[in-house]
């Protein structure tokens, strides 16, 4: 009978065994292609609103005699979209779905398949919540900041009027855990004035984030180079004045805004008002619901040029007007800018249109190689190319972590692969050195970036001999060195190699002194540490 016993207890604890092994082993059956529909985008409504975007950088090029660049790769295009909607490179397997497909539907389905991807909803969400409320964790216990993203990241799932999320997170009330979007107020809450949200900071936030307009700098003094005068930020933060801090969260009260002389120590009474536009304001609602009103207004021209900006900034690197929340009043608004900023009021602040309609403008698919005798710098000033960035912190442990897996690494990845990724991916950024809230500035790298990537423990875990690791994998399943390594170009840079670089590393596969997969751990160690991985190109 014991061994009975013993037999039966092996065969529970190896049934076990291997029901884990099976759930944590990758699946190999690859997703279907997603749903699209490749005639919408070539509706005559939709490709006049891309056309005009068009025709506005071609009257520019014309201008200043520049001849636009080469159309880039659809490969090459792909990856600018998941770097810049998902943060992270493509798949191999969604790669191999896309060149499936006939050349003249690979952008529409791309877009969609993007569009749809959870993986964009979470990204974008944690893109607008830096604009909203930065990167600091505010105070812990009036501000969640988990829950604001997770709010947002719902209302880009559901495709929500960019309009409506920002009214709900000017003039919102309730606590800041059943009403994410009081945690755009909440964020500010001042200890030493019974926990008040600051006024100051809320117009200065309003105005950057929604507006693209620096009307904070005006902050202590009349601005130097604008029209803007201390008593119109002054009047802004008025709209916050009624605004406190309860049992139930955020309400607005009674009372008025009060700023103290800095040289008489006098204060006075401020009364809300907007520096332009004072027609567009309602005389109904709560203060900060008038304010949100006039905000979000279809005739307030700063609200969808800087939302336009932002996310023509996210999609393509940079944004057409630099930085990307200051928005000169009285100088020039770009031709593309408008455009599509009246595009956006058009359609009802439709987000996913918007981010469309920019994917498939010329300027947007232009190679980064400026055409034959065309000046690099006059090319990208007047986007007669695709502009090279460097890629943000959280794209470069995104792009890494994807690199070293042949199938797709979304929400429907295996619960500990996506815990272990999440704490790999947050170490990396934090020592890699996280971008804050200004994102777009195309800092160099550090020498401390390059050894992290170099020696990191990120980049080692993932190209090292492993199971799991793409490397390991093409090793076993590739045919032959030059299949091996047109592979790992796909996987690691969206890319096939160039005749020189298939002939170079197939040479050094076959001289070193070591078993295939630790040749092709090597090779993915070089690809990954290369300049070309590091930039969005």
């Known amino acids: 009978m014991t061994w009975m016993r013993n037999l039966l207890f092996f065969g529970l604890v190896g049934g076990g065994l291997c029901t884990v092994g099976f759930s ?62 998902m943060g992270t490179v493509p798949s191999l397997e969604e790669i191999r779905q896309l060149e499936a497909l006939p050349p003249s539907d690979r952008l529409a389905w791309w877009v969609d398949h993007v ?33 604001l993203v997770t709010w947002l990241e719902d209302a880009v799932a559901r495709n929500r009027p960019y309009d409506e999320i920002v009214r709900e997170l000017i003039a919102s009330e309730g606590l800041w855990t059943d009403q994410p979007a009081t945690n755009f107020v909440s964020v ?43 008593g119109d930020f002054e009047g802004l933060s008025a709209f916050f004045g009624q605004t406190f801090v309860g049992f139930k969260g955020i309400y607005d009260g009674s009372g008025e805004y009060e700023v103290e002389d800095r040289k008489t120590q006098i204060k006075k009474t401020v009364a809300p008002r907007v520096p332009f536009a004072g027609e567009l304001l309602a005389q109904d609602g709560t203060r900060r619901q008038r304010l949100a009103g006039w905000v979000t207004h279809p005739q307030n021209p700063f609200f969808a040029r800087a939302a336009v900006n932002r996310v023509w900034a996210l999609v393509c690197g940079k944004p057409l007007v630099q930085p990307v929340d200051n928005l000169e009043t009285d100088g020039p608004v770009p031709a593309a800018l408008q455009i599509l900023a009246d595009d956006f009021v058009a359609h009802g602040y439709d987000l996913r249109r918007l981010i469309r309609v920019i994917a498939f403008s010329e300027v947007f698919r232009l190679d980064s190689a400026a055409a034959d005798g065309v ?45 272990i990724r999440y704490g790999e991916q947050n170490e990396f950024v934090t020592r ?48 032959d060195d030059p299949r091996a390594v047109e592979v790992a170009y796909l996987t690691v840079l969206s890319r096939r190699p160039t005749p020189n670089e298939e002939a170079h590393f197939e040479a050094s596969l076959a001289e070193m002194k070591l078993s295939r997969p630790q040749r092709l751990e090597d090779l993915f160690w070089a690809l990954i540490n290369s300049t070309e991985f590091s930039w969005n190109h």
């Open 24 to 85: 944590l082993w990758p699946r190999s059956a690859t997703k279907a292609l997603a749903a699209y529909d490749a005639p919408a985008y070539r509706q005559p409504e939709f490709q006049a609103a891309v056309d005009r975007v068009n025709a506005s950088f071609r009257v520019e090029w014309a201008a200043a005699h520049l001849k636009p660049a080469e159309p880039a790769s659809d490969l090459l295009v792909a990856r600018r979209l998941a770097l810049g909607l």
């Open 375 to 419: 000046d690099g710098d006059e090319a990208e000033k007047s986007w007669a190319l695709f502009p090279l960035t460097r890629l943000r912190p959280e794209q470069v442990a995104g792009s890494v972590a994807q690199a070293a897996s042949v199938s797709t690494l979304t929400v429907d990845s295996h619960i500990v692969f996506r815990l």
């Open 115 to 147: 569009l749809e991807d959870p993986r964009f909803n979470g990204y974008f969400a944690e893109r607008l919540a830096r604009a909203c409320v930065g990167t600091e964790g505010g105070p812990f216990i009036f501000f969640r900041r988990h829950r």
């Open 432 to 479: 890699y050195g996280d971008s804050g809230e200004d994102e777009f500035d195309n800092h160099v790298g550090t020498i401390p970036q390059r050894l992290l990537m170099m020696n990191g423990k990120l980049v080692h875990d993932r190209v090292v001999e492993g199971p799991f690791n793409a490397s390991t994998r093409i090793a076993i399943i590739a045919p």
């Open 188 to 230: 500010t809450s001042q200890q030493d004035k019974q926990n008040q949200p600051d006024p100051v900071r809320l117009a200065g936030r309003v105005t950057r984030a929604f507006l693209g307009l620096r009307l904070d700098c005006a902050q202590c003094h009349n601005h130097p180079f604008a029209a803007w005068t201390k």
